[in-house]
């Protein structure tokens, strides 16, 4: 028995030294939080693979990028902002660069079109708004909440949401400004793995635009996705994601994203979560709505719902991979994920900016 002890003692301080009892758990449970102050978190999705050899200034580019959408969010909370207007703000930072597979820098469709998901949810009244497969509206979650609020829809998708988009008069762009090479290179990788031919390059896009650096590291977004999570003073939660969804999907594939449930939920009387993965378990999972049923009726706090989530349940179904972010009325946020990293980033008012990408 005493030896036993011994071993035991001695395992678990080996790994707690070598980190890899912490990333088991790929998560940390902060401390409770202050009422009435704010909390924030973003992810920019969730991957393996080549995220073991992210080059250095690859890694500082993401992180950098991360610490402009929190700061972007924080900012509106901290002049006594909305949820929902900190869940835009956010977002509109990683939809707008083109390092995240949303908006500028979606991954394409096997016919080499963008078509990108979102949706939005905010947490007091339970209202939302969603689009899918659309091809050219700058900020996806822009269009999202304005199905929400302006129109007696929850979700549109295709070519009824970029007509609407355009009637708004939400900001359009051309196919070529969500076109970036490392994305098209990341495509033809895809495509000539599973027997596919390369579509033709889309209108506005040379072929000189298509030069990568061929020893250039970069994460693949097979399934990237960005999000946010958030709870202003007043304890309202809100939650958004946007994404272009998985490369070399069938033309007409929606994921989780723009799934109210699957990728996006938001309660005041349970949790705010969006999630980064592979959709199509997701959505089988109604794994956000999951999660905050946990909280809500099983008084789970959100670490261990969303953990329950991603290491047991997501994982029992082979190839469900991916991550999320959870932040509730009364507790900061937190994250948990079971592939190799995601990028993510997290902040309650008074407190310090943490910003990771592998465990
Ligand atoms: N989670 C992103 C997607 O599956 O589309």
């Known amino acids: 028995m005493h030896k036993f002890l011994l071993r035991l003692t001695f395992t678990l301080g080996a790994l707690f030294a070598s ?19 704010w909390a924030i978190a ?18 500082a580019a993401y992180h950098a ?53 979102a949706s ?17 509206t700058k900020n996806p979650i822009s269009l999202a909440r304005s199905v929400m609020e302006k129109t007696p829809h929850v979700m549109l998708v295709g070519q009824g949401a970029d007509e609407y988009s ?16 490392q994305r098209w290179k990341e495509l033809g990788e895809v495509l000539e793995k599973s027997g596919r031919p390369m579509p033709p390059l889309p209108p506005g896009v040379t072929q000189a635009m298509t030069a990568v650096d061929p020893n250039e590291v970069s994460p693949r977004h097979q399934y990237g996705t960005t999000g946010v999570v958030v709870r202003d003073r007043k304890g309202n939660v809100a939650a958004g994601t946007s ?14 994203s723009p799934i109210i449930g699957a990728g996006t939920y938001a309660s005041n009387a349970s949790c705010a979560v969006s999630g980064t993965g592979v959709g199509e378990y997701f959505i089988r999972l109604n794994l956000a709505r999951g999660i905050c049923d946990a909280v809500q009726y099983r008084g789970m706090t959100v670490q261990a719902a969303a953990d329950e989530m991603l290491h047991t ?47």
Do not use: C
Not at 166 to 181: C, H, I, M, S
């Open 42 to 59: 973003v992810h920019g999705g969730a991957g393996s693979g080549e995220w073991e050899h992210m080059p250095d200034a690859k890694e």
């Open 65 to 117: 990028a991360l610490d402009r959408a929190l700061k972007a969010g924080a900012a509106v909370l901290e002049r006594d902002g909305a949820s929902m207007d900190a869940v835009e703000a956010a977002l509109h930072v990683m939809e707008d660069d083109p390092l995240f597979n949303a908006g500028r820098g979606a991954v394409f469709n096997e016919h080499g079109e963008n078509e990108m998901d």
């Open 313 to 359: 349940t997501l994982p029992s179904l082979k190839g469900g991979e991916g991550g999320v972010i959870v932040l509730s009325p009364n507790e900061a946020p937190v994250w948990s994920f079971n592939t190799v990293g995601m990028f993510r980033a997290r902040m309650v008012e008074g407190g310090t900016e943490e910003i990771a990408i592998r465990h």
């Open 120 to 136: 939005i949810m905010d947490g007091k009244t339970l209202g939302a708004g969603a689009v899918a497969g659309v091809h050219f």
């Open 166 to 181: 355009k009637r708004a008069g939400l900001p359009q762009e051309p196919v070529a400004y969500f076109w970036t090479a």
């Open 243 to 256: 994404t272009g969804g998985m490369q070399g999907k069938m033309r007409g594939r929606v994921g989780d």
């Open 19 to 37: 980190g890899t009892f912490a990333s088991n758990l790929k998560s940390q449970t902060p401390t409770k939080p202050a009422a009435g102050t």
